[in-house]
């Protein structure tokens, strides 16, 4: 019997070693993740720095993944410390749009064991995956002009503010010739 015909929406395929490297590893979120992340996101040091900080219903996060899973111009990431796998935050490559090879980096948390390169190592890491995997050429970050942790992370791998600097939150850019590699920070 014929089947009709289904449009299946595909997560770009992203080459695994482009998610590796001597600080981080970043793994596509999955639905056991869900709560972890959910307790993240909602720790009052972290919603604050979100754009909607109200804190998230687990019933809320569940209908976000099942949209998320049907999105294919979003992709998360658990952020785990390469050392020991042991999931330590979240980043999203989202908004991504194949013909304008633009993009935008985001909901990054640093959970456990700040202060050490993590939120940096998986800023660089998602930056290097958008251009080297999925052909990005221009990618959107936005920042709350009061977290200057974020801010100094953005800077560090190579994002520039792009308007004037009154705006809130402040929009960066970064295209892959001026990102910051590691060694040259
Ligand atoms: C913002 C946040 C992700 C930072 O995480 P973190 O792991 O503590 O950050 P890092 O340790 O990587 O960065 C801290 C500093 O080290 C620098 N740094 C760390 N590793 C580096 C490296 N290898 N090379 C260059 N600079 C580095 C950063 O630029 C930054 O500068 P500073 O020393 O002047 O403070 C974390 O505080 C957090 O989750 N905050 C709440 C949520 C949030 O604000 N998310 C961002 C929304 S835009």
Partial sequence: MRRPDVEIMMKPIIPAELLVDEAVLLTPIAAEDLEMMRAWRNRDDIRIWFNDGRLIE??????????????????MFIVRR??????????????????????????????????????????????????????????????????????RINHAVGFR??????????????????IIPPSKV
């Fill in 58 to 75: 687990a019933a809320q996060q569940q209908a976000w993944y099942r949209a998320y899973l049907e999105n294919p111009a979003d992709v």
């Fill in 82 to 151: 390469a050392a020991d796998r042991k999931p330590v935050g979240t980043i999203a490559i989202y908004h991504i749009d194949p013909e304008a090879k633009r993009a935008s980096v985001g909901r990054l948390i640093i959970a456990e064991g700040r202060g050490g390169g993590l939120g940096y190592a998986a800023l660089f890491r998602a930056c290097r995956t958008a251009f080297a995997g999925l052909g990005i050429e221009t990618l959107e970050s936005e920042v709350k002009s009061g977290n200057s942790a974020a801010l």
């Fill in 161 to 178: 503010p792009c308007a004037s600097a009154e705006e809130e939150p402040i929009k960066m850019q970064l295209r892959p010739e001026f």
